[in-house]
């Protein structure tokens, strides 16, 4: 019996309190996509037996109904005339759930947004700068002195030399801006008429670049002393950066808007750099120049007892995150020049390992593969005294991870400050920091004490977030209950084309329907698919495919029941009475057809090897989702025994 699409929508509507308790409205391929505005106004038990609602779960801020391909959007449509609802897209609806959240997930979100796209960089550069760093340490090698040194050290570090211009790329993406505008405002932070931010507190640095003999960095002097700008760049920092970029894009926007077609192209940019400079350079670098002073004065009285560096410990990764770490050069140089020894390595040690700790934590644990991918070697980077990557790409995502290495720190630098030793150089923290301790067994102890609470502390309290998924129970026919269902047959294929393989009958009389690998790749069991929905098996008996190829083919004779308007998603029904869903990768509807291409259309016949779509994989993977082509039964409730390979 057809689904009655309107009856559904009216079910839905009610059940979530109206069309007045829905902040935004999309679907997908097979969901529908909810931001509620009271969320203690949904019958979730209602909903679940609404019939035509597969089942459901919440992710993100968002309540998503599955209802399954070619059903999906109907119900949608009956949804937005009975509810009044103004239909939005998915980006719509991830932003209104965003904007749900707390403002302390909202920032961390993204923090977050901003630095995975870049991961790839700053994790391959931490990793080897760590590496770069132990081997030039290591005494009677020679390596510190060697060009092959000066050529590596170049390399690996110009991804945190140059980090405020990928940052800033990164956020004007983010923030909706012109990021060729954004990379400007980047470069402009760092430029070489500025004192390298790292050398700010150095004396010898400052007389050097300016020619003076003072230690004071000159400022420019705008409309009188109206506006005094310092001449320090901004290497190493992050917060200042975004904030720049974001300001840059509200800017842009508001100009957009409000500036005539015709001088739009050149009085926009224009202005939006002049004004986002003047407030960057003016304002929002000032007040990290004084937090700055306030830090530093703040470290070097908190360093001198155990207590205070306990403190130190928890607080270092946050100054990392701001990029004030870079200043604490200054506190290791005086201890230095007072007693030989530098007790504040120790800490900071301690507060990276703990990082590490934290990070690994995550790497073992996690099942989805692209965080593992992530988190392993950043970790390694983290344990080499780099810890940028598990930060920013890890621990701060995830949060929990995060604290638990402020937590790991903290009692690591309290035990370092009991012991009392120190390194007798600075800039070197980790494992390389063994070639500098004065006393290895003690710093061991640190270590192991930072590391192991963090990472225990992460293994206990930090869950990877798998929503689950809990599907309706199906209609049984009038005349006999309903079968059991069965898994759906696959296939390795050996090149991009299709392979038979098992079989599946209809409940009604036997019928050897075959489905054909529609996609060149390895096999994976739906427990392995990267999305929540389609691993419980929710809308059906499933199976992945990790791609070899860059074409879908049709696994049957039969018909294109749906074409999804983004080319992502193809739903086929078989001349015998088998219906599938073909998803190419997950989440990769918010693409919008960047990628996809289509050969058939909604109804046409197709036979099978029949090309079906295109994708391109590198798009997907720029784009930063899974590129896993999920193949589903999405009637098997209407078959009698459905098998499958995996």
């Known amino acids: 019996m057809a689904l009655d699409y309107r009856k559904c929508a009216e079910e839905i509507a009610a059940n979530i309190g109206g069309g007045e308790n829905v902040v935004s409205a999309a679907h997908c391929a097979t969901r529908l996509r909810l931001v509620i505005a009271d969320n203690g106004k949904v019958n979730k038990e209602a909903l679940d037996n609404v019939e035509g609602v597969q089942g459901m779960f919440e992710s993100n ?16 449509d009956e949804f937005i005339a009975v509810t009044g609802v103004q239909a939005g897209t998915k980006d719509d609806v991830k932003a209104a759930a965003a904007a749900k959240q707390p403002l302390w997930k909202q920032m961390l979100k993204t923090i977050g947004d901003v630095f ?31 060009d092959w040194f000066a050529f590596l050290d170049t390399v690996a570090n110009t991804a945190f030399a140059y980090l405020p211009v990928i940052v800033a790329v990164s956020a004007a993406r983010v923030f909706g801006g012109n990021i060729f505008l954004g990379a400007v405002i980047g470069l402009l932070m760092i430029h070489s008429a500025f004192l390298n931010g790292w050398n700010v507190a150095n004396t010898e640095a400052i007389n050097a670049f300016f020619g003076v003999t003072d230690g004071i960095i000159p400022k420019w002097h705008l409309l009188g002393n109206i506006i ?26 508001w100009l957009h808007q409000h500036v005539p077609e015709m001088i739009d192209l050149f009085v926009t940019p224009l202005t939006t750099v002049l004004v986002t400079a003047l407030a960057t350079l003016w304002i929002v670098g000032p007040i990290f120049s004084t937090l700055e002073t306030w830090v530093l004065a703040g470290a070097k009285i908190l360093v001198r007892n155990p207590l205070g560096a306990c403190a130190m410990g928890a607080l270092y990764p946050a100054t990392v995150v701001m990029g004030l770490h ?29 990082q590490f700790g934290a990070c690994l934590a995550v790497g073992l644990k996690v099942k989805n593969a692209k965080t593992k991918a992530v988190a392993v070697p950043s970790s390694l980077s983290a344990a080499l005294g780099i810890t940028e990557p598990a930060i920013f790409g890890v621990n701060m995502r995830f949060f929990k991870p995060f604290v638990a290495g402020m937590i790991g720190g903290a009692v690591g630098s309290l035990v370092a400050a009991l012991f009392g030793f120190g390194a007798t150089a600075y800039g070197v923290t980790g494992i390389p920091g063994y070639l500098t301790v004065s006393n290895p067994l003690q710093y061991t102890i640190v270590l192991a004490i930072a590391g192991g ?22 209609p049984a026919p009038a005349e006999e209950p309903a079968p059991a269902p069965a898994p759906v047959a696959a296939a390795p294929a050996a090149a991009d084309t299709a392979v038979p393989t098992e079989v599946a009958m209809t409940a009604e009389k036997t019928v050897e329907s075959t489905i054909l690998q529609p996609v060149a790749g390895k096999l994976i069991p739906a427990s392995e698919i990267p999305d929540p929905v389609f691993a419980g098996e929710a809308m059906g008996p499933s199976v992945g495919i990790q791609p070899e190829g860059e074409f879908v083919y049709a696994p049957f004779d039969g018909t294109v029941a749906m074409l999804f308007p983004t080319k992502h998603a193809v739903g086929l029904m078989s001349d015998s009475g088998v219906e599938i869903l073909i998803h190419v990768g997950v989440d990769t509807v918010s693409m919008d057809g960047d ?5 058939v259309e909604q109804g046409q ?14 798009k997907i993977a720029a784009a930063n989702h899974p590129d896993t082509v999920i193949v589903v039964v999405t009637n098997s409730f209407d078959l009698t025994n459905v098998k499958k390979a995996v």
């Open 116 to 146: 995975v796209p870049i991961l790839p960089a700053i994790v391959a550069s931490g990793l080897m700068m760590g590496l770069v760093e132990a081997l030039a340490k290591i005494p009677g090698l020679g390596f510190g002195g060697s």
């Open 453 to 474: 609470i963090a990472f225990v502390l992460t293994t206990m309290f930090w869950h990877e977030e798998v929503p689950e998924t809990k599907a309706a129970p199906a």
């Open 228 to 253: 005094t700008i310092q001449r320090s760049g901004y290497q190493g920092h992050v917060i200042p950066v975004i904030i720049a970029v974001f300001i840059m894009c509200k800017v842009e926007k």
């Open 595 to 599: 990628g996809f291409e289509a050969f």
């Open 605 to 618: 016949a197709v036979k099978a090897g029949d090309k079906l779509l295109h994708f391109d994989r590198a």
């Open 326 to 354: 870079h200043m604490y050069n200054v506190i290791e140089a005086g201890m230095l020049a007072e007693s030989g020894l530098n007790t504040w390595m120790p800490i900071a040690s301690a507060a990276n390992f703990a």
């Open 61 to 76: 801020g968002q309540l998503q109904l599955i209802i399954g391909t070619g059903t999906v959007n109907k119900v949608f």
